[in-house]
């Protein structure tokens, strides 16, 4: 037993005593130490951001004294190519072109209705107005599209790489794993980057309107720089440990989206009274209030609420120095940590899938439960074949947890109001109202989770089958273009079974609790299954139109939200230069762009109780238009799904003859 130890930890951990060996570990031990060095000055002293700033840079010289010498190799000739590779991309270039005429119509529309809503014309002294108003529309903006894209922009990186078997030919040069994980990340943040400061030349017009806070515009761009930084570390951990991209942006987008619904609802949370007791038994324990200030240090929806309180009550040289430190160290630290993580995790994860030969707990079960082969090979292989968790401990890890989100908040609820009322038939309103607050949060939560990932799953679904070379036998078959549509668009949204599990959870304890109104519990079916197949449609529709995987990715996110709330920018600002900004037709306007093309509002309105239909004074015309946007949403995933199959039989070069004699004389359609 001391042998093989002893034989194991030599092999494990193999100590070189050549020159460049220990020339590489000095460099390494000086980059920790002026990594630790910069974010312990800048972060627990109270320094000005230029003061932080200048010693961080000087913690830093040994290090990147060391990187020219040699000793220390950060960077390697990825990041020049993939530098190069993006730059000469279109797309990109097309993105940074959008925003930046988005910007434009946000600026040019705010100051017509901000001349609108003035009665005797525009006056000089109100520039300095509405260049505070358009700076924070600009920085919510920003921070926005960073949120949405930096994880379509990182979550690719390397499993792409290992999606187009490209990963093995990197591992096979001398090149060392943080070498190869930080040219990637670096290489999207630079492009990123990019987008980020195609704002800056329109911020610089506020200059002839009075101009803005330097202040404000310094942590405008530090909060939007280490949003996009945070969610980069974690992107490129699941780009590293997940197998294919799809699952890696679907795993970023997920964890985005639940630590902002965490935070939210711990937020509420500080506000009911169970928030002053202790978390366990101890005069010293923390309570609930300070794990909630602990975990909203990061949230970009706090601080940029907390920015604008700042900028409203004129305190931002007091504010936001400790708000941009805590924020920096917050995100700081997790990209750091899901950095590390993911270059220790590179070649381990993928050599152990290349290996991996021997049946699985999960595979086992899956395939005992799996039926046999239909008349419909297509739609059995999409609803059967593709399981969301290819090992059993990581699908026990991620319900587990997603069980414990579910229900912590209602135990806090129930522990506030009264375990009593959770069981009992009296409830008072206090209780239903809370409830009814965790369902329409929940629902919303979940529903943009699932929708997305019926849309991202859809994205690559005939892009995937091109990079793993299976199309050609697919269209080689005596299969239609329909049962590859159908099959494909069916799958997509059979895919998020264990989602629409969760909703079924969520809507249930709801109408339990009393949250909800039974009623309620058909519609918001119906309305998710409808916004589910026009996520669907989207997603096959790019995907059969584009060549790669990333960029059907991308397109359907960046349409995806663009249809679903993206255009509230724009219609916001045409009601203000048009309706004034006030008004009945400016309210009709919101309603009818709330519920026909807002799903989010409409998830958010479908969990309601037998309470607010009596004290919501417009909510006939606010069921009206979801109604009519349910329907809308439902005709166009239908026509967008003719539209696809339209393509596909394009693609593919089927007609009706084809299928006729596949019907007829073939007994094994789909072999």
Sequence with gaps: ??????????????????????????????????LVAAIGLMCFTPLHWWQALLIGVLCLTPAIALNRMGWLKVFGPVLYYDL?????????????????????????????????????????????????????????????????LTPAYVAGAIADERDRKTLEFIFATDLLNREIVLSKLGSRLANLGLII????????????????DPNLVLAGFAITGLTALGEAGVSIYFSTTCKSPRDAIVASYGV?????????????????????????????????????????????????????????????????????????????LLALACTALAIARLRRDTVARTGAGRETLSSKLRAMLRPAVSNAPMTWKEMHCEAPFKSFKAWLAVYAVI?????????????AFGWYQLFGITRDEGFKTSMNVWARCYNVAVGC??????????????????????????????MDSSPIAFGKWLGSIYGVRWGMMWLLLIWSLAVFSGGMHPFAWPLAAIAWLAYASFAASLGLWFS??????????????????????????????????????GGSEALGLIQFQAGVLTPPFVMAIVPFQSVTLDGYPDWNVVIFWSVIGVCSWGAASWLLYQLTNARLRLITHRDGLVATRAHSGSSEPGN
């Excluded at 993006?86 to 001349?115: D, K, N, P």
């Design 1 to 34: 037993m001391i042998r093989r130890t002893l034989t194991w930890l030599r092999l494990t951990f193999r100590i070189s005593s050549s020159t460049p060996s220990w020339q590489e570990r000095a460099g390494d031990v000086c980059l920790i130490v002026g």
């Design 84 to 148: 190069i590779r993006q730059a000469r991309q279109s797309r990109f270039i097309w993105i940074r072109f959008l925003y930046c005429c988005l910007l434009v119509v946000l600026l040019l529309y705010m100051t017509i209705g901000y001349i609108t809503s003035q009665g005797d014309g525009f006056d000089v002294q109100s520039g300095p107005d509405l260049a505070q108003s358009f700076f924070d529309v600009f920085l919510a903006a920003q921070l926005i599209m960073v949120a949405v």
């Design 197 to 212: 400061l195609t704002g800056l030349p329109i911020l610089s017009f506020l200059q002839f309107l009075g101009g803005v």
């Design 256 to 332: 985005l989206l639940f630590y902002i619904v965490i935070t939210m609802m711990l937020w509420i949370a500080t506000n009911l009274p169970v928030s002053t007791t202790p978390i366990w038994f101890g005069e010293q324990a923390p309570t609930l209030a300070d794990v909630a200030a602990l975990l909203n240090m990061g949230s970009v929806v706090l601080v940029f609420t907390r920015v604008q309180m700042a900028g409203a009550t004129g305190t931002l040289a007091t504010d936001l120095p400790p708000l941009v430190r805590s924020y920096a160290l917050f995100h700081g």
């Design 403 to 415: 069980l414990a989100i579910t229900l912590v908040p209602i135990a806090l609820i129930a522990d």
């Design 449 to 478: 989770l699932t929708l997305l990932a019926v849309a991202v799953r859809a994205s690559t679904s005939i892009t995937r089958e091109r990079s793993n070379q299976t199309w050609e036998n697919l269209i080689t078959t005596t």
């Design 544 to 581: 059969a139109v584009s060549k790669s995987s990333t960029k059907a990715l991308m397109l359907t996110v960046l349409f995806a939200f663009g249809l679903g709330a993206g255009h509230w920018f724009i219609w916001i600002c045409c009601s203000m230069a048009f309706l004034g900004g």
